[in-house]
């Protein structure tokens, strides 16, 4: 080996290894950094002529599990999809209120003002006890129908949110496609464009499940497991959606006053279409079904409570309201009953009415003896009384129909807590696989020793090289 080709193996030495160190820096610094790529440096082995000429940098590469990284993705998927289920029903729960002030219970304490007024009938106190009662459950109906309206509002309007996102994330995607391929082009370091596309294709897989595939030039793909392609090179698609300012009962997807989603102006069909699978679907679902399917229910504890009341009422005529009513009426059967349900004005004093009806029946047109109390026994017997929501179902009283309700949407509420908290399991497992291989800052520092010991011993041949020189030049 002559002086000059040591002397350039050293050289070639020092420019690795400082690369190496500066790559390392970089590792170490962006080690909490969202979507980073472990760096590497690729060495291989220079020759000139046949014989050894130090080392080559080759380019630096970007280290990450692509079969690792879809499995967290469709994981996180999976996650997103439960989480819209799991709040809005433990939002519900609240909204329906807490234990000693549900339904049920506020259908428990006007049976027990209507036990009192019928122990003396004639007195007013105890009648105006009984309307108190009554307008507290009507309230608590209205209320909780209001409420699960207001959440589907909350679901279309999170839909318009991830629709922006996901839209702003593709085109993003289009333009780094367009980067990254002309870097390449230019034989220019991708990896840092590469850990922001990460970050992006993450983000739309959060909401829409999507499968990356290579294309020449360093470009991606990105399609749906359903087949829809959102992103092709530098085209993207563009998803489409008209949110709802106001939502009530009887809008529904199906009647065209709630909008779905077009994909660059096709309609994708039911729920999230080809695009199902995020939370993107999830709020579909919420909206759409799950949210309907409560309000369906309350409507059938209200329409079962106003049936009670009208059906125990001997003044009234077949299908007449009686103590409560359809916004003043007789139910059409419109959804959202629970929402428009009344106290008849006719025992509302404020409204013209009078509290002497709630002892003679709802229909009657003077009062009678005030010491009777048979229609308040009625509208007791009545409550008490054991009757099925639909034909088929359990019979129970109206406050045991109260209660299964609640008992209903607790149970969904625990069934949609452990289907999250199995889908957040397997995706904290995939997520802690998926880091392990990223920077390990011990292992850097390792690194960053044996490198520093490289650039030493270059050095010091460096160092012994000039020194032979210097003593041929002496002689």
Known sequence: MTLGLALSNALSGLRATSRMAEVISANLANALTEGYGRRAVDLSAASLGGRGAGVRIDGISRGVDLALLADRRGAEALLESRKPLTAALKGLEGDWGVAGDSLADRIAALEGALV????????????????????AVVSSLNEAGAAVQRRRAEADAAIAREVGEVNAALADLAAL??????????????????????????RVARAV???EMERPGGAIALVTPQGAVLLEGSGAARIGFDPAPVITASMTREGGRLSGLTLDGRPLGEGAGSLAGGSLAAQFDLRDRILPEQAAALDRVATDLLTRFAEADSTLPPGQPGLLTDAGGWPTGEPGLAGRLAVHAAVDPARGGALWRLRDGVGAAAPG?????????AWIAELDAPRPL????????????????????????????????????????????????????????QLLLRVEQAYAANARLIAAVDEMMARLLEI
């Open 177 to 202: 496609n367009t980067d990254i391929a002309r870097a390449l082009g230019r034989g220019e370091d991708t990896t840092a464009l590469l850990d922001r596309r990460q970050v992006l294709v993450d």
């Open 390 to 445: 639909v034909p088929g179902a359990r019979p129970a009283s109206a406050a045991g129909h109260a209660a299964d309700l609640a008992a209903g949407l607790s149970g969904a509420r625990l069934t949609a807590e452990e289907a999250e908290g199995f889908a957040a399991a397997r995706w904290s497992a995939l997520r802690e696989a998926e880091l392990a291989g990223g920077v390990d800052s011990d292992a850097e520092l």
């Open 209 to 211: 499940p999507v499968r």
């Open 116 to 135: 009192s007024a019928s122990a003396d009938p004639g007195s007013d106190i105890r009648l105006g006890a009984v309307l108190t009662r009554l307008e």
């Open 369 to 377: 003896p005030s010491g009777t109390a048979d229609q308040i026994d």
